[in-house]
């Protein structure tokens, strides 16, 4: 009954519409038609006449919320995703490639990073942003780091190889050019583990950034180098692929083969997130991590991004947190925060992006928390933004816990 | 209460109301009869196939003939009813390649354009064809939908001064010795009986035109022959797609609008059958196996609902065994041939010729009445065809895609009737087939809708994939607030037209279309308190 016939799997909608009632943007755009129309429903109209193609359907997050709220296990994201991908007729424009190639931009930006933040931040540059290209000017782009964390990695080779077991770690565009201390927390904590960290072959972007903003045969080329990567390490040197960012890990397992048709059955259930993959660890005895007696106490609020949502692991940030002596946990409702990647750094979505996480900022506030943690770095950004606390994966504040 | 008018037409079907369509572009008075809605018979009972033609090319030069001719008239003044998808005839291995020399030949000789192509030109043309095929030749098929078809035929009739009365039944016929003057009809409302005179009579009522022809005291010898076919939830094809062979069970797959449709079976029925047509567990069988034939992805495609319709095959006048059938069009003058004036029936035939079957008639009509007008129905647009669906869907460009390119797609220009002006008649009653309350109120004002079902006719609210869960609740609302019904009717309704798609759901009802109607009983019987008593 419920066979996953690919491309039909539309069919197994029985019209309940929960997935309309998780829809954030549903709840705060009358303009978007909401998951169940724009998806099974949908769907079922473009097989007709490819004319029924919306346009409203780049109003989606992407956040995948509706699949997780689905009792008959439709692939409803998917499904929208895949309808922009094969009918969308407006092309990509400038700030569509400004906003995807995170990769190129980054590499360009972390050498001359003290000035590309500098520029970036002047208000006059801003208002250009906004009204030339379409970045509202609410948003300051991440900071970029001065030299990247693959260069960092690469001095440590030698230690890491000492270690006995090693893994690969996806760090991601965000890890690399804006924030490698996360890198370094995260290497912190697998060396205290006794395991080793390595870098892929030549990692890519995983490609998401591409794929929302329609640049989608790029996407494609990124991520069968990057499968042949996962399979390289994986399968030829043993090695799991563990990632910190939870989209890209999701986009690794499950993006791929849905959106972008790249085969990973064999190595999708190597490549892990990092609080889950620690977790585990933890979880069968054979390590223990020893934790700074007498730190001060942090109040942590932790916040489930949606693409964790979808994974279903937030259970590993979460008693991960726990483990750590001196955080005093409170778990937010699990909500998108609005942003969803680039989509919020678009003008014509700011206010979208904002009303969605408008309940959550104020939960936030109200929280009385010193920090808010969360696995993904696009929350981070708008929480930061909209809120006036500062915001730490959990790797990084298990990094700071331990001796 | 007696009234008087030029010629009454029994019979709402497409035939029916191409006659009073015809009538009335020649100037001629006419009252439609029907005893229940439009379009609820054959007409509505069939695949919707815009025949070119080929399927009977090889046994039946002149129905070939017939069709290729209406085909390409219809498209010219039916476009918002038909879509022109062509069609391809291909044979699997079990057909070989030998009727196809044959089947171009016929096809070319009766007017039909038929080109072979490579098997692989063909799966290009139509993807879900299936792979094996050994060969395929390319037809001028197409899909047309019956209810557009005699909505769109009542509408142009009622502007030219017909009449429609729809649910009402003829009792009996008003005789003066050798002539019909008229008609007794119950009003199946009222139950209040009306006597109807004009100076013709015209039995156009299908396989219900042999009891019709008994009363008038003719005989006109039908044989019911029950037809089923199965209705998949989405569109699996875009092309028509036949086998090209001798006509046999299950070897058309048409796609009409949202869906696909895989039929029909074949087999004799008792007359006293005729009104409560059901399918059977061998027809699905059957109709599955030979459509996995023609497209392999039907076999893991959903099927909505499964239902049959009774083609009225008329047995031939010197034939008394009714062992000779006749697929043509068959008007019998009963003042010639059995010395009954004011008194034709036209039968046999099919949705495709219904135009000119009822050309015939009218021609008929006009010699008795002696009048000397020329038939127009072959030129002159009909109502929703006569502007492009391009140009209509710039000038609404403010609504939403969805709901914009649907109304459309099913009124034509008459959606300039439709009033989508603010957001509450752009809301969507049936999402499925996104029909808004501004359709469904245009419906229930101006095309003689009675009911749920009636509206199901008119707009294909219910017709998706949720069949009544979302859009029934909401449409008898609309009803009731429009004054059709009190709430208690309103009630009964809607377990009526629950129990009429649960009746097309029941023999297809497994995997996901039993989850959704187990869904939909939860709601309304579960949640609304609508008790199905009637449920088989």
């Known amino acids: 009954m419920m066979t996953e016939h690919s491309e039909f799997n539309f069919e197994q909608c029985i019209k309940c519409t929960v997935c309309t009632v998780y829809c954030p943007v549903a709840a705060v755009n009358p303009l978007f038609p909401g998951p169940k129309q724009a998806g099974p429903d949908g769907e079922r109209l473009r097989l007709k006449d490819k004319g029924f193609f919306d346009e409203s359907l780049k109003m989606c997050l992407n956040c995948k919320r509706c699949e997780v709220a689905c009792p008959s296990n439709v692939r409803i994201g998917d499904i929208i995703q895949a309808a922009r991908i094969k009918h969308s007729r407006k092309g990509p424009g400038l700030r569509e490639r400004l906003l995807a190639n995170t990769d190129f931009i980054g590499s360009m930006a972390t050498p001359f990073a003290p000035l590309v933040n500098m520029t970036v931040g002047l208000k006059p540059v801003k208002m250009v942003m906004d009204k030339v290209v379409g970045i509202d000017h609410h948003r300051t782009f991440p900071r970029y780091a001065f030299g990247t964390f693959e260069g960092w990695l690469k001095r440590k080779r030698k230690k890491q190889s000492k270690f006995a077991r090693q893994i690969s770690y996806f760090h991601g565009c965000y890890v690399n ?83 972008l048709s790249i085969d990973n059955a064999d190595i999708r259930d190597k490549i892990d997130l990092a609080t889950r993959y620690i977790y585990r660890i933890l979880e069968s005895g054979e390590v223990q991590l020893h934790f700074k007696k007498n730190a001060p106490q942090r109040r942590v609020a932790y916040h489930t991004a949606c693409h964790m949502e979808k994974l279903g692991w937030a259970y590993y940030s979460i008693a991960l947190l726990k483990m750590i002596p001196s955080v005093e946990l409170t778990i937010l409702d699990s909500q998108c925060c609005g942003i969803a990647g680039t989509y919020g750094f678009k003008k014509e979505n700011y206010p979208t992006a904002q009303a969605i996480g408008d309940t959550l900022f104020r939960k936030i506030e109200a929280s009385g928390c010193d920090v808010v943690s969360t696995d993904c770095e696009t929350c981070k950004w708008q929480i930061e933004m909209s809120t006036s606390k500062p915001v730490v994966h959990p790797i990084s504040l298990l990094a700071e816990a331990l001796e | 209460m007696t009234r008087e008018v030029d010629v009454i037409i029994i019979g709402g079907g497409a035939t029916g109301a191409g006659v009073a369509r015809d009538c009335a572009l020649r100037g001629i008075k006419s009252l439609l009869i029907e005893r229940g809605d439009i379009a609820t018979g054959a007409t509505g009972r069939n695949h919707g196939l815009l ?190 797609i036949n086998r090209c062979r001798k006509p046999a069970d299950a070897d058309i797959l048409v796609p009409g609008d949202t869906i696909s449709l895989i039929g029909t079976t074949s087999s004799k029925v008792p007359f006293n059958e005729v009104d409560n047509m059901y399918v059977t567990a061998d027809e699905v069988d059957l109709l599955l196996r030979e459509g996995t034939k023609l497209a392999p992805s039907l076999a893991h495609t959903r099927i909505l609902r499964a239902y049959a319709g009774v083609r009225p095959l008329v047995a031939s006048d010197d034939d008394p065994s009714g062992r000779s059938v006749s697929r043509g069009i068959v008007l019998l003058d009963h003042a010639t041939r059995d010395g009954l004036e004011g008194f034709i029936t036209i039968t046999g035939g099919k949705l495709m010729t219904y135009r000119l079957m009822a050309e015939w008639t009218t021609d008929l009509i006009c010699k008795k009445l002696n009048i000397k007008k020329k038939c127009k129905t072959a030129e002159l647009k009909l109502p929703g065809s006569r502007q492009k669906e391009e140009r209509l869907s710039k000038r609404l460009h403010t609504i939403p895609t969805a709901q914009r390119e649907s109304v459309i797609n099913r009124h034509g220009d008459m959606v300039e009737r439709v009033n989508m002006g603010d957001a509450a008649h752009r809301s969507l009653v049936c999402e499925c087939e996104e029909v808004t309350v501004g359709e469904v109120k245009y419906a229930l004002n101006e095309l003689d809708v009675r009911n749920l079902v009636d509206l199901r006719r008119r707009t294909r609210v219910g017709m998706g994939t949720c069949q009544g869960e979302l859009c029934a609740c909401r449409a008898a609302g609309i009803m009731a607030e429009a004054g059709k019904y009190c709430s208690q009717r309103a009630k009964q309704d809607l377990a009526d037209f629950l129990n009429e798609r649960w009746k097309g759901m029941a023999p297809v009802a497994w995997g996901d279309t039993l989850r959704e109607s187990q869904f939909t009983t939860w709601l309304y019987d579960g949640i609304c308190g609508l008790k199905n008593e009637k449920k088989i």
């Open chain 2, 51 to 240: 025949h070119s033609g080929a399927r009977y090319a090889v046994t039946d030069r002149e129905s070939a003939e017939e069709c290729i001719k209406e085909n390409m008239i219809l498209r010219r003044i039916a476009s918002h009813c038909v879509e022109q998808t062509d069609g391809l005839f291909i044979s699997l291995p079990e057909d070989g390649l030998e009727f196809q020399a044959k089947f171009i030949d016929s096809c070319r000789a009766a007017g039909i354009r038929a080109d072979a192509i490579d098997p692989k030109e063909a799966l290009l043309l139509e993807p879900s064809a299936n792979p094996e095929m050994i060969g395929a030749v390319r037809v001028p098929d197409g899909a047309v939908d019956p209810f557009r078809l005699t909505t769109a035929n009542l509408i142009d009739a009622k502007l030219n001064g017909a009449e429609v009365l729809t649910y009402h039944k003829v009792e009996d016929f008003i005789r003066n010795q050798n002539r019909i003057e008229g008609v007794v009809v119950r009003d199946m409302h009222t139950n209040e009986l009306k006597e109807l005179r004009a100076q013709i009579v015209v039995n156009a009522g299908g396989i219900w035109g042999h009891d019709l022809a008994a009363k008038a005291g003719v005989t006109v010898k039908m044989l019911p022959a029950k037809g089923s076919l199965l209705i998949f939830g989405h569109r699996v094809n875009n092309v028509v």
């Open chain 1, 177 to 259: 050019y804006n924030n490698p201390q996360l890198g370094k927390d995260f290497v912190k904590v697998m060396n205290a583990l006794g395991i080793g960290v390595q870098l892929l072959e030549k990692e890519k972007c995983c490609g998401v950034p591409l794929i929302s903003n329609g640049l989608i045969d790029k996407a494609r080329r990124q991520g069968e180098h990057n499968t042949a990567l996962l399979r390289q390490s994986i399968i030829e040197n043993n090695r799991p692929v563990v990632g910190t960012s939870t989209t890209c890990t999701f986009t690794l397992r499950d993006e791929y083969p849905h959106l």
